[in-house]
Structure formats: structure tokens, C-alpha cells
């Protein structure tokens, strides 16, 4: 979602989209699908964040590469990654255990 006060740039190609680019004039540039509305990106002063979709049941041409790990669809944590120590502190920050 654009932010207020956001000045209108134009339009742009992000990711293979054709988009409507939106800038509030600190940091931050928005890209927004022109044909569906639908955010694309996000450039936070050089840092592209790109937006992801899930759809159930799709296969990626190279899965091998893009699969996420099993305990992400079976709701048991045993097999995922160790926390990292930053993790960690937050936790500890947040109350939680």
C-alpha cells in the first residue's frame, strides 16, 4: 500500500510488471501491479524487497531450488534450522520463551 503523501512517479517495469511507481520522497519507492493493483516491490534506499505469492499446489520449473523445507507443511519444528543468537535475544526481548 502506498504511503500517504506519496508522489506519483510514473510508470516502471519491476520483476516483469508493468507498474505504477509510487515514492513518499525519504526512502522508500512503491511498485504497484498497473493491471491487478497488487503490490510488486518495494525499494527501501537501495534495499528491493520483492513480493512473493503462494499458490497451493504449484510446481516451480526448478523446485529443487525454490523448495522450502519439510517443517514448513508440518507444523513440527524438529527439523528446522537451530535459532540464531539474534533470534534468541528477541525472543527474550518479546517475553517469549
Not at 31 to 51: I, K
Request: with cysteine; net charge positive; glycine share 12%.
Amino acid at each position: 500500500m502506498k504511503a500517504r503523501g506519496a508522489a506519483y512517479l510514473g510508470r516502471g517495469r519491476l520483476d516483469g510488471f508493468d507498474c505504477h511507481v509510487w515514492s513518499n520522497f525519504l526512502f522508500a519507492r512503491y511498485y504497484e501491479d498497473a493491471a491487478t493493483g497488487r503490490p510488486v516491490g518495494w525499494n527501501f534506499n537501495g534495499m528491493l524487497r520483492h513480493v512473493l505469492s503462494f499458490e497451493a499446489g504449484a510446481v516451480l520449473s526448478d523446485s529443487g531450488k525454490w523448495q522450502a523445507p519439510a517443517y514448513c507443511f508440518n507444523g513440527s519444528n524438529a527439523d528446522a534450522p537451530a535459532p540464531s543468537p539474534v533470534d534468541q535475544l528477541i525472543r527474550r526481548g518479546s517475553g517469549s520463551s
